[in-house]
């Protein structure tokens, strides 16, 4: 079963708005992490931000985690043509010992429209 | 720096064939992993490896063997392919094992079973 989920599913905007993505999941977590996939290719890490922070930034990039809410959400600013691509979050969960997953969600797909 | 690397990226295969997708990192990780990307499904683990000469299951496992005998090379194999297996497979590879520990992937492998 998926830990995180991202939302909304699809997303369509013009180049220089604002994107926001969700992620929410369902058990505590340590870390969470973003990826982006550009269309046929591997996930690139852009952030991770840990359970005890709150925001984190990385460029053009802002994270914030709300632990008492499960959730994260992940801000492109000033959007590119080139940010056009799928954003996949990434949470860390412990199953006993030390056995550990990371657990993506089934991804945001971004399109910034020239 | 190649990172990791895929390979074969292409591959149609007829029911009941084998094969083998190779994986190799040149950046002397511990830690690799194999994930299959299939629509509305996220990336879903398949096996991983926390050192050479060790392999564990991940959460789709059946119908796949992995080996790592080199610490740079992590091989997954098809014994008898199928359809259900049709899909991007996704190696990576990271420096420790844990939410903290920032996951590098290669540019994926589709494969098609008729």
């Known amino acids: 079963s998926q830990q995180g989920e991202e939302d909304p599913q699809a997303l369509s905007i013009q180049e220089g708005e604002n994107a926001t993505m969700n992620c929410s999941y369902k058990t505590s977590i340590n870390n969470l992490q973003w990826y982006r996939q550009n269309s046929g290719r591997g996930l690139v890490h852009l952030i991770l931000i840990r359970s005890n922070e709150r925001e984190k930034h990385s460029g053009r990039l802002r994270v914030t985690l709300d632990t008492s809410k499960k959730s994260s959400s992940l801000l492109i600013t000033a959007s590119r043509a080139a940010d056009t691509a799928s954003y996949f979050c990434a949470t860390d969960a412990f199953s006993g010992g030390s056995n550990y997953k990371l657990t993506f969600g089934k991804g945001t797909l971004l399109t910034v429209n020239p | 720096n190649a990172g990791v690397t895929q390979t074969p990226k292409f591959r149609v295969l007829k029911t009941g064939q084998s094969m083998t997708l190779l994986c190799a990192q040149d950046m002397n990780h511990e830690y690799m992993y194999w994930y299959r990307q299939d629509p509305g499904m996220g990336l879903r683990l398949i096996h991983y490896s926390v050192g050479e000469g060790t392999t564990a299951k991940g959460e789709v496992p059946d119908g796949y063997n992995v080996s790592r005998l080199k610490k740079q090379n992590f091989l997954l194999g098809l014994e008898s392919a199928a359809p259900s297996q049709t899909s991007v497979y996704f190696c990576?590879?990271?420096?420790?094992?844990?939410?903290?520990?920032?996951?590098?992937f290669g540019a994926g492998s589709r494969l098609t079973v008729l």
């Open positions: 990576a590879s990271s420096r420790g094992h844990g939410g903290a520990n920032v996951l590098t």
